[in-house]
């Protein structure tokens, strides 16, 4: 069965500061993994996605995350901090439909 | 405390028919959330309710999907006239109230109701 985990719970950045908030999992097969981000009050949305094509994929608002196998790691990077980008992050692996959440990481911006 | 519970588990509809799915939140939960999870896709945002309230439908299609969180009793997903392309997971989740001053609130997940539509 798959697995994942967050090794950061909070992480704090200034603004315009790189972000790496870090994932690894573990899983049978060739897993398909995400990473969702979650706003006060607001449902998950879909910040990229994984799906055996380029290891390194491009997401919403400058985001991008890098697969590595070797490492079964999908950390997630962003160049330069944005305040709106205070939120909390969960990656997830998915094999065959079945999902699972790490516990999320929540990103603190200091202005 | 009884997670999140979603029923059915597997839900068996016809083109034409309609799809009632059903979430029961955890005790003290009074916000739902409701995610489509298409084949080999994440988790797509659906709608976000309130007891007796819709707060955000920003993810909901225009026609033919629904959803209610009524006072008593659990939220209903609905979905009439069932085409192929809603074949897809369902997923509910649930967090508590929100705290004064805002803050960033857990979601606690069902696990699903898979919808096919033959």
């Known amino acids: 069965a798959q697995s994942v985990t967050q090794l950061d719970s909070h992480v704090s950045v200034s603004e315009g500061t790189p972000v790496l908030l870090r994932c690894n999992y573990s899983s049978s097969y060739s897993p398909s993994l995400f990473w969702y981000v979650q706003h006060p009050n607001k449902g998950l949305q879909l910040l990229l996605k994984y799906t055996s094509a380029a290891t390194l994929v491009k997401g919403i608002n400058g985001f991008e995350a890098e697969f590595k196998k070797s490492e079964t790691s999908f950390h997630l990077t962003k160049p330069s901090a944005h305040m709106s980008d205070a939120a909390e992050y969960f990656c997830v692996v998915s094999e065959e439909g079945d999902m699972r959440f790490g516990a999320g990481t929540r990103l603190t911006v200091k202005p | 405390n009884a997670g999140v519970m979603q029923n059915p588990r597997h839900l068996v509809r016809r083109r034409g028919q309609e799809a009632r799915l059903r979430c029961s939140p955890m005790?003290?939960?009074?916000?739902v959330y409701w995610y489509r999870q298409l084949p080999e896709e994440g988790l797509k945002f659906m709608v976000y309710l309130q007891k007796e309230n819709i707060i955000d439908e920003s993810g909901m299609p225009k026609e033919r999907f629904s959803a209610e969180f009524p006072k008593e009793g659990p939220s209903i997903l609905r979905i009439q006239q069932v085409v192929r392309g809603d074949s897809a997971a369902y997923f509910c989740?649930?967090?508590?109230?929100?705290?004064?001053?805002?803050?960033?609130?857990?979601?606690?997940f069902g696990p699903g109701t898979r919808l096919t539509v033959t």
């Open positions: 005790k003290g939960h009074s916000h």
């Open positions: 989740a649930s967090s508590p109230p929100s705290r004064s001053g805002g803050g960033l609130i857990e979601q606690y």
